[in-house]
């Protein structure tokens, strides 16, 4: 059986979208993640693509073709993933993590350990240590469904929206599926 529920459940599967989006990993890794949420800087960073660019000038790694990402406890799927980097002047310290901005474009599938979330493009800003997704968002967890047209989610506040395009009509749809027997 489906309903919608408004409130505790509600705030519940906003939360579960910050597991999806990414724990936060400051504790031990001095606030450093990797490059898909919920990953930390020490877990194990594999990108498979048909190809990559890399341009110098602007300190970008361009992946495409049916691109694969697996980071700690979330993968990404996608059609091209763009990661940034920052100015190599910047880094001269010694820190070798240079990955600013993180964007795939899809169809992406972005999947932790319990979540799935699909969307048309997922941006990871690890500056202001923010996801966004746009475009046919959808976020699965078990059996609850969350679809709307953008999702972000602020990984150092905690804080988690998703909004439709009321300008086309659209709004929010959330569906939860108790797993309680009926009473008879």
Known sequence: MAFCQTGRRQTLILAGLALTLGARAHAANN???GILPGATARDPLVIDAGSLDFFDREQKLVYSDRVLVANGPSTLKASR???YLEDK?????????????VD???PVTLTSTNQVT????VSFDRAQNRVQLTGN???????TVVRGDRAAYDMTSGDASVEADS???RRIRTTFTSKQPPKN
């Not at 002047?89 to 901005?101: N, P, Q, S």
């Not at 699909?118 to 493009?121: A, I, K, N, V, Y």
């Open 118 to 121: 699909t969307g048309d493009r």
């Open 81 to 83: 993933l763009i990661v």
């Open 104 to 106: 795939a474009e899809g």
């Open 167 to 169: 300008a086309q009509g």
């Open 89 to 101: 002047k910047k880094t001269a310290g010694g820190d070798k993590d240079r990955v600013k901005r």
């Open 31 to 33: 606030g450093k993640t």
């Open 137 to 143: 968002v959808t976020i699965t967890e078990g059996d």
